[in-house]
């Protein structure tokens, strides 16, 4: 980081036409010479090949800056010209400014709550478990500040606090704007270079306070001298400075626990990012930011809070706060995941386990299996102002791929310095709507670690939220796909690989533990019903074409496994069992059942999503007349009669006559039943009375006539049967 500037050593200002600035400070003794090996240094231009001109005037080597120093001021212009910068020789890029490189950024990196999503992202990078937002009101004082220039960054600002510490690495990557100091461990969420760099939508003088150190970016280069775009003070070494500039770092006592004493004390046990709003525009950035725009910031958050925490690590805990001038401080907001109250170490030992799987593939550890690890979690969302508490409990499981399952997706892993990290969320309630299933109003979408921006990009048409270790385009706004312009996009290939390899393994884990979970918590307050489970199904008509390779993989898998429920209670696969679809007449329908049930045959009722997905993948059996009939003839029936009536009724449905032969399904006036026959004679016939023929004509035949007070609609079709064999 810069110094202190000395206001009596001259300042250098070097011009040149396709280069911009560049400026030193120098001693008055310095000559000529020594500025060219300067330039040298920063541009690759050879000593040789420049010369520096002052007021028109060439400039000698053994020239010293002091003979060129204005009587009254310490600034020093002069012009670099040099053969090697047009025309003929050397030649090269060169980087922009730091200003226009970060505009470039905000350009690329639309403002707006994912502003608020990446700072939470750097939180969970460092470990913090929470992370506070604070919109201050307050103006400090001006009269003790590094320069009169600092006075536009004593009012309004947005504060951000994390509990966890700034390592020195962080310190490197934070002024390492155009690279990412997290590519290198694929732990972390975040590319925090391009990440951070989007609070300059709001602010133009980031400030960072963390351990023993403060520190502003100032990327204009205005603040703290030509050419220094910073400045860094420790609390141990700088407290005398930092004492004598009390105006200067007022701002940042009382702000979350932060008092007088932790300048005493020499560390501050946190990190607190102070972005002081914009109130005009700037070189950097035309944005003004206001109470009103900050507050939109929070509402975007809110919008999809309730999700926020779902796969993160360390995270647990998100508040919002507002500070108004007067120094009143409340509360807006806060989010919370919470363990499973029946199991509090579930989900710590469900993330080591994983860790512990991270660890083994980045060491290059050969593992033909993918590590699954599942947990519950409940996540609460409290609104001060709207004074409304909700809460929603998850079934997640997080998987990675073992090494040496996919070789190519291992290459493209080491090469990109991701890992092939999946985890899916499955909602189990929302509180206090009973009996609505697992999906009820709810609609998939596609995570990176944090929520990816709400819309069609993000939507995934599944009944479960997928994050991933994705690669993301470079706004990390959406997911990168293979698109024929960019075929061979190593990150977009990788992705196409996670889906296909990882993600349907994670998801059968998930739907077959929320099963066990049903089965064991049977008689405790499990959120999810049996048939609940159904709805962590996808469903093949509704998921998006970018997800549809996890769908073959995923039932191949799980259709070998008992993930059906039986109208009798129990669990079984899909090819034991016989599914209903009846609910035209509810009396026939509980008749058939449970005479079916009572004969062994195992029924189920599944949503028509779910029997779509059995259908097209497996030989499914129906609950039909035939099956009926089948039945009967192999178990019998010795219930009562009015229930093999309804037997009756549903074996005729189909109008197969032929197979109701041998069935002793025929009701008799004598309130008996008989078999139909395939017999002709006399002896076998069954009657049907009419008007012109009514029964009473024949007393003591009442088992030769059909009973003549079943259902017309019956007694129609039992004539149409008669017919049938030309009696």
């Known amino acids: 980081?810069?110094?202190?500037?000395?206001?009596?050593?001259?300042?250098?200002?070097?011009?040149?036409?396709?280069?911009?600035?560049?400026?030193?400070?120098?001693?008055?003794?310095?000559?000529?010479?020594?500025?060219?090996?300067?330039?040298?240094?920063?541009?690759?231009?050879?000593?040789?090949?420049?010369?520096?001109?002052?007021?028109?005037?060439?400039?000698?080597?053994?020239?010293?800056?002091?003979?060129?120093?204005?009587?009254?001021?310490?600034?020093?212009?002069?012009?670099?010209?040099?053969?090697?910068?047009?025309?003929?020789?050397?030649?090269?890029?060169?980087?922009?400014?730091?200003?226009?490189?970060?505009?470039?950024?905000?350009?690329?990196?639309?403002?707006?709550?994912?502003?608020?999503?990446?700072?939470?992202?750097?939180?969970?990078?460092?470990g913090a478990?929470?992370?506070?937002?604070?919109?201050?009101?307050?103006?400090?004082?001006?009269?003790?500040?590094?320069?009169?220039?600092?006075?536009?960054?004593?009012?309004?600002?947005?504060?951000?606090?994390?509990d966890a510490v700034f390592t020195d690495e962080d310190w490197n990557g934070i002024q390492e704007i155009a690279r990412s100091r997290?590519?290198?461990?694929?732990?972390?969420?975040?590319?925090?270079?391009?990440?951070?760099?989007?609070?300059?939508?709001?602010t133009d003088a980031p400030c960072i306070f963390s351990g023993d150190q403060i520190a502003m970016l100032d990327p204009h280069q205005t603040l703290f001298g030509v050419h220094e775009s910073g400045q860094c003070w420790n609390l141990k070494t700088d407290i005398k400075e930092i004492t004598e500039l009390a105006d200067?770092?007022?701002?940042?006592?009382?702000?979350f626990g932060n008092?007088?004493?932790?300048?005493?004390?020499?560390?501050?046990?946190?990190?607190?990012?102070?972005?002081?709003?914009?109130?005009?525009?700037?070189?950097?950035?035309?944005?003004?930011?206001?109470?009103?725009?900050?507050?939109?910031?929070?509402?975007?958050?809110?919008?999809?809070?309730?999700?926020?925490?779902?796969?993160?690590?360390?995270?647990?805990?998100?508040?919002?706060?507002?500070?108004?001038?007067?120094?009143?401080?409340?509360?807006?907001?806060?989010?919370?995941?919470?363990?499973?109250t029946e199991d509090k170490e579930e989900r710590p030992n469900a993330l080591n386990t994983l860790g512990e799987a991270v660890d083994s593939y980045g060491n290059g550890v050969h593992s033909s299996t993918i590590t699954c690890v599942t947990y519950q979690v409940s996540i609460e969302t409290l609104d001060e102002t709207a004074k409304e508490t909700e809460r929603t409990t998850w079934l997640v499981c997080n998987g990675i791929g073992g090494r040496g399952m996919c070789a190519e997706m291992d290459s493209l892993a080491d090469d990109l310095k991701f890992t092939p990290t999946i985890g899916i969320a499955l909602p189990l309630t929302l509180i206090n709507e009973e009996d609505k299933g697992a999906t009820s109003g709810f609609s998939g979408r596609a995570f990176c670690f944090l929520p990816l921006p709400p819309g069609e990009e993000s939507e995934?048409?599944?009944?479960?939220?997928?994050?991933?270790?994705?690669?993301?385009?470079?706004?990390?706004?959406?997911?990168?796909?293979?698109?024929?312009?960019?075929?061979?996009?190593?990150?977009?290939?990788?992705?196409?690989?996670?889906?296909?390899?990882?993600?349907?393994?994670?998801?059968?884990?998930?739907?077959?533990?929320?099963?066990?979970?049903?089965?064991?918590?049977?008689?405790?307050?499990?959120?999810?019903?049996?048939?609940?489970?159904?709805?962590?199904?996808?469903?093949?008509?509704?998921?998006?074409?970018r997800w549809k390779p996890i769908i073959q993989p995923l039932f191949q898998d799980l259709l070998q496994e008992q993930v059906i429920y039986s109208l009798s209670d129990s669990w079984i696969r899909p090819d034991q069992a016989v599914f209903s679809e009846l609910d035209a007449d509810k009396d026939i329908s509980e008749s058939v059942i449970n005479y079916l049930q009572s004969s062994g045959t195992q029924v189920a009722k599944v949503p028509a999503a779910v029997d779509f997905v059995l259908t097209e993948s497996i030989e499914v059996m129906k609950v039909t007349p035939s099956l009926l009939r089948l039945v009967i003839r192999k178990c019998k029936h010795k219930g009562p009669s009015q229930e093999k009536l309804l037997l009756l009724e549903f074996a005729l449905s189909d109008e197969n006559y032929s197979e109701l032969i041998g069935l002793e399904l025929l009701p008799l006036?004598?309130?008996?039943?008989?078999?139909?026959?395939?017999?002709?004679?006399?002896?076998?016939?069954?009657?049907?009375?009419?008007?012109?023929?009514?029964?009473?004509?024949?007393?003591?035949?009442?088992?030769?006539?059909?009973?003549?007070?079943?259902?017309?609609?019956?007694?129609?079709?039992?004539?149409?049967?008669?017919?049938?064999?030309?009696?």
């Open 182 to 202: 997290k590519r290198e461990d694929p732990l972390k969420v975040g590319r925090f270079g391009i990440g951070f760099n989007s609070v300059y939508h709001i």
């Open 1 to 126: 980081m810069a110094n202190c500037p000395d206001p009596w050593l001259p300042r250098l200002t070097v011009r040149h036409e396709y280069m911009g600035l560049r400026c030193y400070q120098v001693s008055p003794c310095t000559c000529v010479e020594e500025v060219k090996q300067l330039l040298y240094e920063e541009t690759d231009l050879p000593v040789t090949e420049q010369q520096l001109t002052h007021n028109g005037r060439v400039l000698e080597d053994s020239v010293q800056i002091g003979e060129l120093v204005p009587a009254g001021s310490p600034e020093i212009s002069v012009t670099l010209e040099g053969r090697g910068l047009k025309g003929g020789g050397r030649f090269g890029q060169t980087t922009p400014p730091l200003v226009e490189f970060l505009k470039d950024i905000l350009r690329r990196y639309p403002e707006g709550g994912q502003i608020l999503k990446e700072l939470i992202q750097n939180a969970e990078d460092a």
């Open 669 to 727: 006036q004598d309130e008996t039943f008989t078999a139909f026959s395939s017999s002709v004679s006399e002896k076998d016939s069954v009657y049907i009375a009419s008007e012109e023929y009514p029964s009473s004509l024949y007393p003591g035949l009442e088992g030769r006539f059909l009973l003549e007070s079943i259902k017309p609609s019956v007694m129609d079709i039992l004539k149409k049967a008669a017919k049938s064999r030309g009696q």
């Open 460 to 545: 995934t048409g599944l009944p479960v939220h997928v994050s991933g270790f994705f690669g993301l385009t470079d706004n990390r706004r959406s997911i990168k796909w293979r698109e024929v312009d960019q075929w061979r996009d190593p990150a977009a290939l990788w992705n196409e690989l996670l889906i296909i390899t990882v993600i349907p393994r994670a998801y059968y884990v998930l739907i077959t533990e929320a099963i066990k979970r049903v089965q064991t918590k049977k008689d405790q307050d499990f959120p999810l019903s049996p048939a609940g489970t159904y709805g962590a199904w996808p469903d093949p008509n509704q998921v998006k074409s």
């Open 248 to 255: 200067q770092f007022t701002p940042y006592v009382g702000i």
């Open 129 to 162: 478990t929470e992370v506070k937002f604070l919109y201050d009101e307050t103006e400090y004082g001006v009269e003790s500040l590094w320069s009169p220039d600092m006075a536009q960054h004593q009012g309004t600002a947005l504060y951000v606090y994390n």
């Open 259 to 340: 008092t007088e004493t932790t300048f005493k004390d020499g560390s501050f046990p946190g990190t607190l990012f102070r972005f002081p709003l914009r109130l005009k525009p700037s070189q950097l950035s035309g944005n003004i930011y206001n109470k009103e725009k900050v507050l939109e910031l929070f509402e975007s958050f809110k919008a999809d809070a309730d999700t926020v925490l779902l796969f993160l690590k360390s995270v647990q805990k998100i508040s919002l706060h507002v500070r108004e001038s007067d120094g009143t401080e409340r509360m807006l907001f806060q989010v919370t995941a919470m363990e499973n």
